[in-house]
């Protein structure tokens, strides 16, 4: 499979040229531009079929010109000690646990997935890249945790001031580690701006081999596809009408991904979610996606701080609008029924949801006449261990979930040993500083 820039149908690269130079020169997005029919693969797995390995398969037939079936198997495996979740609530209604991994976040599957990927890429072109992330929530824990033991990757995360925390010591590069923890003397937009001017000078991108770490990056997207897979692998045994998933709208990953692996032959017959600003519904309450004029390049360049995939979200769109009206089904959420709906939950079936999650689900009670139907089977997304924000919850329900070590772990401060004001120059400074740092380690 080869993949594309949104903005420029010439600009086709291959995996290993998307993960390690995933900001496009035109501005664009890179996304798959001969989706790849899987149906052979799919229908192959089944509920013995561990999470790694199935990844495996997949990787192998999507990329299969790069990467042969042993690599993928073996990237896959070291990706996915961990797997998700599928839960039956009750006779139609699964809920996708996504929280599974070491820190408690879907991120951990897209990381993980990322950074073995790249670590064999780089062994086979005698290279190294240096991963740049802007930190917010859990994002630095489930770096570091991908990271140990990469010996081409490097990664430069950079914080807000005062927002350091979920690093150990053990993985700093002072003391042997490959991650450098910065603290930017300003907000964490600007340490956006920072990202944006790191990746404008093109010189210093090659310099460094700089990438990304966040969903801007197809390696980061495309793990999320499995997700899909996986819960399709448990439930093909046991329901035989429709399927339909009912996930929030996030910064559209879950949602793009959901929509690839429906590009890529899952079967699959709807996605619930929230409205939000660009995706929302007509007249006739079809989904409708504000601003798909298709000429994306007339747009500022794609921000490499920003993980939004709203362009791949419309690249879908434009080239599916009949088909994506009767697959997507947006609903509109008041305040009032995220609340009610993280009530009904805990009520119902135990579950302590976050307000993504509420809001999935009160979007689904809101589209019941779409999904309602009595072979219909609804499967619940739920990214996010919910002990990694329990205001929501106790504010709903007067409850506090549990919080495991692991979760405890991501919210520990950590003493800053580097901080920089918000501008290019010290940014190249920390750069060279680390690879001074690495030589005489080596030395």
Not at 343 to 354: M, N, P, Q, T, V
């Amino acid at each position: 499979m080869r993949f594309v820039s949104t903005r420029n149908s010439n600009n086709i690269i291959n995996f290993s040229q998307a993960i390690t130079n995933c900001v496009s020169d035109d501005g664009g997005l890179f996304v798959p531009a001969n989706p790849e029919n899987l149906k052979p693969w799919i229908y192959y797995l089944d509920e013995t079929t561990s999470f790694a390995s199935m990844a495996g398969s997949l990787t192998s037939a999507m990329i299969n010109e790069e990467f042969s079936p042993i690599i993928s198997e073996a990237i896959a495996t070291r990706a996915f000690p961990f797997s998700p979740k599928l839960k039956q609530l009750d006779d139609s209604f699964y809920e996708l646990d996504l929280y599974t991994g070491p820190t408690g976040s879907h991120k951990d599957f897209g990381i993980s997935y990322l950074t073995a990927c790249l670590e064999y890429t780089l062994l086979m072109q005698d290279k190294k890249a240096t991963l740049i992330g802007v930190c917010n929530k859990s994002l630095s824990s489930s770096v570091a945790y991908a990271m140990r033991g990469k010996k081409r990757l490097k990664a430069v995360l950079l914080f807000e001031k005062g927002a350091m925390k979920g690093l150990s010591e053990r993985d700093f590069i002072w003391n042997g580690g490959n991650i450098y923890p910065v603290e930017v003397d300003g907000s964490l937009r600007d340490c956006g701006v920072l990202v944006q001017k790191m990746f404008a000078d093109k010189d210093l991108v090659k310099k460094y081999g700089l990438t990304l770490v966040n969903t801007m990056n197809i390696g980061r997207l495309l793990p999320q596809t499995f997700f899909y897979t996986y819960a399709f692998s448990r439930l093909k045994g046991k329901v035989f009408g429709d399927i339909f998933y009912a996930l929030a709208p996030g910064n559209y990953s879950n949602l793009v991904a959901g929509l690839y692996a429906w590009r890529f032959s899952l079967p699959v017959n709807g996605f619930v979610t929230e409205c939000t600003e660009q995706l929302t519904v007509d007249s006739s309450n079809r989904c409708h996606m504000i601003h798909t004029d298709g000429v994306f390049s007339s747009r500022a360049p794609s921000d490499p701080s920003s993980p939004s995939n709203l362009e791949r979200m419309e690249e879908v769109f434009l080239a599916n609008p009949g088909m994506i009206k009767g697959l997507v089904f947006p609903h509109p959420v008041s305040e009032s029924e995220r609340v009610i709906a993280c009530k009904e939950l805990f009520s119902r079936f135990g579950i302590l949801a976050d307000a993504e999650t509420s809001g999935s689900y009160a979007a689904l009670k809101k589209q019941f006449s779409v999904v309602g139907s009595q072979d219909s089977t609804v499967v619940l997304v739920v990214k996010d261990n919910p002990a990694l924000n329990t205001d929501f919850a106790k504010r709903c329900c007067g409850q506090v979930p549990e919080i495991p070590a692991n979760i405890q772990a991501v919210f520990q401060p950590v003493v800053p040993k580097k901080t920089i004001l918000p501008n290019i120059t010290e940014v190249k400074e920390v750069l060279n500083e680390k690879k001074k740092k690495k030589k005489v380690r080596e030395q």
